[in-house]
T-cell receptor
């Protein structure tokens, strides 16, 4: 699986958009980009995933660059409950796919 | 998505003893995994729990230290054997179903078991 690089920490004001970047320059053509988050003392929670196109769901939007070497997770209106470690993971989509977690980004939403 | 529960939620154990962690999923899943998260660190995959056969271990993890059982599609156990303080971690169970083709199947996680070894 391709390696990802994320900033170790970010702050965001409550109510503003949180934009979390991820670099995955060695991503291969059949690898997806997955985002998970881990709120303190809880297990990781799936947020969103994508292959080439931008994706949006009720939690977030995922913007993937045309060359697929980087992506941005957008939380449109961050709340205090969005404070968590956010993990960007790159990997295949097969049934045997394993999630390999990097160090992630600690997002702190400030009141 | 399915809900995973783990027992115990936390424990404090003495060096040299063993602890078995139980993982129960509220629906059948194809894949089950065990992860370890050391204090302040990210998650590390220990093994894939295979139903009816031996688990598949990642590099650095061995069956004698972390025996795993998976008797059916909703239950698995992880035993941490002959514990030392270095085994103090959060142990997380994870599950995923498998669809056809390249369809994505969400991988979901239990709340974790916080283990402290004295």
């Amino acid at each position: 699986d391709a390696k990802t690089t994320q900033p170790p920490s970010m702050d965001c004001a409550e109510g503003r958009a949180a934009n979390l970047p991820c670099n995955h320059s060695t991503i291969s053509g059949n690898e997806y980009v997955y985002w998970y988050r881990q709120i303190h003392s809880q297990g990781p929670q799936y947020i969103i995933h994508g292959l080439k196109n931008n994706e949006t769901n009720e939690m977030a939007s995922l913007i993937i660059t045309e060359d697929r070497k980087s992506s941005t997770l957008i939380l449109p209106h961050a709340t205090l409950r969005d404070t968590a470690v956010y993990y960007c993971i790159v990997g295949g989509s097969g049934s045997a796919r394993q999630l390999t977690f990097g160090s992630g980004t600690q997002l702190t939403v400030l009141p | 998505s399915a809900v995973i529960s783990q027992k115990p939620s936390r424990d404090i154990c003495q060096r040299g003893t063993s602890l078995t962690i139980q993982c129960q999923v509220d629906s059948q899943v194809t894949m089950m995994f065990w992860y370890r998260q050391q204090p302040g660190q990210s998650l590390t995959l220990i093994a894939t729990a295979n139903q009816g056969s031996e688990a598949t271990y990642e590099s650095g993890f061995v069956i004698d230290k972390f025996p795993i059982s998976r008797p059916n599609l909703t239950f698995s156990t992880l035993t941490v054997s002959n514990m030392s303080p270095e085994d103090s971690s959060i142990y997380l169970c994870s599950g995923r179903t498998s669809g056809s083709g390249l369809s994505y199947n969400e991988q979901f996680f239990g709340p974790g078991t916080r283990l402290t070894v004295l």
